[in-house]
Each structure stands twice: as structure tokens, then as C-alpha cells.
């Protein structure tokens, strides 16, 4: 199931892009998809620099206090996935890295895969070490 969505992910979603980037141009004209494109990407890194940042800073805390940032290591991994979607040029995935950006939404994705990490844990797939 996984390798199947995956391998319709990364051909369906380049289509989908590539559909919208071209009505988007015929729309508002090249230039101005082109540049809507690029702001994106630069809004949005710089976004995730500062989510990041944030995510730092209390993972330290967290370190400090001697708490396991869980959550916060979670946070981390999906700013950085949401940062890589962010610069694929095209709207799809720019809204996706969005949500995934920003605090109020992230526990939308955040907590379905914390099920799935649990699951994969509880099956023997997935072996966490502490060493």
C-alpha cells in the first residue's frame, strides 16, 4: 500500500502541478506565475527558518528540563520536509508545505503520523535504539 501511494504521489502530483502552473499562466500570464512561484519559495523558506528556529529553542528548553522533545523532534522533521516542498515550484505543494508550516495546523499532520510512527513501532518495523 505505501509503495503504491508513493509511486502515485510522484507521478500524479508533477502532472497536477505541471496542469495548474499552465493554466495558472494562460490565467494571469508567465511572468506572473513565475514570480508567484518564486515568492513562495522565498516566503516560505523563510518561514521555515523562523518555525525552525522556534522548534530549536524548545527543544533546547525541553534538553534543559530533561524532557524527551518528542513532539518537538516530530515538529523539526516536518518543518524540514514542508521547507523541501516549498522550493518544488508549483501551488499543490506550496500549500501543503503552508500547512505543515504553520503551529496551528501542523497537528494535523503531525498527529496521524505520530499513529503511524506507534504503529510501525508496536508491528516491529520501525526499531528505535537508545544507545
Known sequence: MGFLFATLTFILMPIAELGILIRSSETIGIIRTLALCIFTGIVGVSLAKWQGLQ???KIQEDMSQARMPTK???DGAMILSASV???TP???TDAIGFLVLFPATRPLFREPLQRWIAKKMKS???HVSMQ
Do not use: A, Y
Request: no cysteine; charged share 5%.
Open 55 to 57: 522548534v530549536w529553542s
Open 72 to 74: 518537538r523532534l516530530l
Open 85 to 87: 516542498v516549498l522550493l
Open 90 to 92: 508549483g501551488f499543490i
Open 124 to 126: 516491529g518495523s520501525i
